[in-house]
């Protein structure tokens, strides 16, 4: 835990003033972000929920997630219940053939996504699972071209990123995942070198890059200060932030290092350190952020419908509640687009759902167990 002392506390406010007049913030402005007192969380969210509107107005980004080869890594990610070495209960299956993933992509896109993720577990994709996974990135955008496709499939060698362009491919996600100087404190058979190049092969052949976060695993927050300006550096135009799943059966099972104030703390820091990056709410948002999601969304613009790669989301009809409960509107389906913070959003309290009342039978002048 990092002590702060009273006159590195920086009045979030006046932050954002200097971040909406061209300024950026520094390593030791952010520090004392994440330590922000619980009382004072709202006035950091207020704060960074200005730099959000800046940027995203009020919308949502919805991200789907296609597990294209899930478990049997080689590699040794001990937050990863796909790793060999997990002995997690999770799904393993070998890649879907193009067929089943369209089927999975549309059921997203569906639902309202507009960036499908197609992603393969793995140290590193070989030249036919190049052409594998570019078969369905090229049938994707052939049926779906106002979609975006991202690919995920590990360490890149050269040409491969020109490759999954060249079949239509928008972005390429590869996490850092945590700083530099903590990075071989939770996997031994890659680098973080490893990752950042592979974050700029992707630039290189002109894909989007996308490069975030696992937080929860033991990290200082300096070393989570380090990881974001390192994102920043890299020019991640889309930061996932996960929170640690700590699945039984991992190395990490059972570590429950973060709180939801904490999380929030996590995601305010991220939005005033790259404000105008898409910042995603990503896996374990549900079980970490708990009530206080909805709150996220006023720091974060985008997160994953639906499941994970191995672990369930909450139902996709909830993210959509939730989105349209809060006054956001879904990038690509509703009226409002990235950026328009002034333009005319539909009104929340138009068309509102319902859920009919629920008559009183338990507890005070009842026989029934009181609902305590
Ligand atoms: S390389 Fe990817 S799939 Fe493999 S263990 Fe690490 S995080 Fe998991």
């Known amino acids: 835990m990092t002590t702060v002392t009273p006159d590195q506390i920086v009045n979030p406010d006046r932050l954002a003033d200097s971040?909406?007049?061209?300024?950026?913030?520094?390593?030791?402005?952010?520090?004392?972000?994440?330590?922000?007192?619980?009382?004072?969380l709202f006035s950091l969210v207020h704060a960074g929920s200005r730099l959000r509107r800046r940027y995203f107005g009020m919308s949502i980004k919805l991200n789907y997630l296609v597990n294209l080869k899930s478990g049997m890594c080689p590699e040794s990610c001990t937050y990863c219940s796909q790793s060999l070495g997990s002995k997690a209960e999770i799904l393993k299956y070998s890649w879907l053939s193009t067929e089943e993933a369209m089927d999975q992509a549309s059921m997203g896109?569906?639902?309202?996504?507009?960036?499908?993720?197609?992603?393969?577990?793995?140290?590193?994709?070989?030249?036919?699972?190049?052409?594998?996974?570019?078969?369905?990135?090229?049938?994707?955008?052939?049926?779906?071209?106002?979609?975006?496709?991202?690919?995920c499939l590990g360490i890149l060698k050269e040409g491969q990123a020109e490759s999954l362009k060249e079949a239509g491919a928008d972005a390429y996600n590869h996490n850092i995942n945590t700083a530099e100087s903590f990075h071989d404190n939770i996997v031994k058979t890659h680098t973080y070198e490893d990752r950042t190049n592979t974050v700029e092969l992707a630039k290189t052949a002109g894909l989007s890059p996308c490069s975030g976060l696992i937080v929860g695993l033991g990290e200082s927050d300096e070393q989570i200060i380090e990881a974001l300006f390192a994102l920043k550096a890299l020019d991640s135009d889309s930061i996932p932030i996960n929170f640690l799943v700590p699945f039984d059966g991992t190395p990490l099972e059972g570590q429950w290092n973060l709180t939801p104030m904490q999380c929030m703390k996590i995601v305010a820091t991220a939005r005033f350190v790259c404000p105008d990056r898409e910042i995603r709410l990503a896996g374990g948002r549900e079980i970490h952020l708990k009530s206080l999601q909805p709150m996220a969304l006023q720091l974060a613009n985008s997160i994953f419908l639906g499941d994970y790669l191995t672990a369930e989301g909450q139902a996709a009809a909830d993210d959509l509640a939730m989105i349209r409960d809060n006054g956001f509107t879904i990038l690509g389906q509703d009226e409002e687009t990235a950026g328009g913070c002034c333009s005319d959003t539909k009104s929340t309290t138009e068309a509102a759902d319902h859920t009919d009342p629920v008559i009183r039978r338990r507890g005070a002048g009842t026989a029934a167990t009181a609902n305590v």
């Open 109 to 151: 896109i569906g639902g309202g996504a507009s960036r499908v993720c197609l992603v393969a577990s793995g140290r590193g994709p070989s030249r036919r699972d190049v052409n594998r996974v570019g078969e369905i990135v090229e049938r994707l955008k052939d049926e779906n071209p106002e979609v975006e496709v991202c690919a």
């Open 19 to 40: 971040i909406l007049d061209g300024g950026e913030i520094t390593e030791a402005e952010a520090l004392p972000l994440l330590s922000t007192p619980d009382e004072d």
